[in-house]
């Protein structure tokens, strides 16, 4: 079992920045991505899971539409980290935020291709 670790999520006011992390040593060359998931749902809900971001083996990113341009998907060098760097943030972008891994190169948006999850780290944008 994958033991995906999310940090860094924060309460910040519109238009402000977080980053979040996620620990994931030793996965770098899998397809890993984030996702997030509206308040009163819990992580097994994967029908209430929104794509968010991916970044493929090779390092190719791909992102939702009400987000690009405005959040930033990564890995460190050592490849041992995840991030998701969000920018100019907006109210509805508020979430519990979760990172996950499927052990091939390439990517898809579906949560059910994943099939390692962390915990979550929470996000919450006021207006």
């Known amino acids: 079992q994958v033991h995906l670790v999310e940090s860094g999520g924060d309460s910040v006011q519109a238009g402000g920045s977080v980053r979040l992390s996620c620990a994931a040593p030793?996965?770098?060359?899998?397809?890993m991505a984030w996702f997030r998931q509206a308040p009163g749902n819990n992580r097994e809900r994967l029908a209430t899971m929104e794509w968010v971001a991916t970044i493929t083996g090779d390092g190719q990113t791909d992102y939702r539409d009400s987000v690009k341009g405005r959040f930033t998907i990564s890995r460190d060098p050592a490849q041992t980290t995840l991030y998701l760097q969000m920018d100019s943030l907006k109210p509805e972008d508020t979430a519990m935020y979760y990172c996950?891994?499927?052990?091939?190169?390439?990517?898809?948006?579906?949560?059910?291709?994943?099939?390692?999850w962390g915990q979550g780290t929470r996000v919450s944008v006021s207006s």
């Open positions: 996950a891994l499927a052990r091939v190169r390439w990517c898809e948006s579906h949560p059910t291709f994943y099939a390692s």
């Open positions: 030793g996965y770098g060359e899998f397809c």
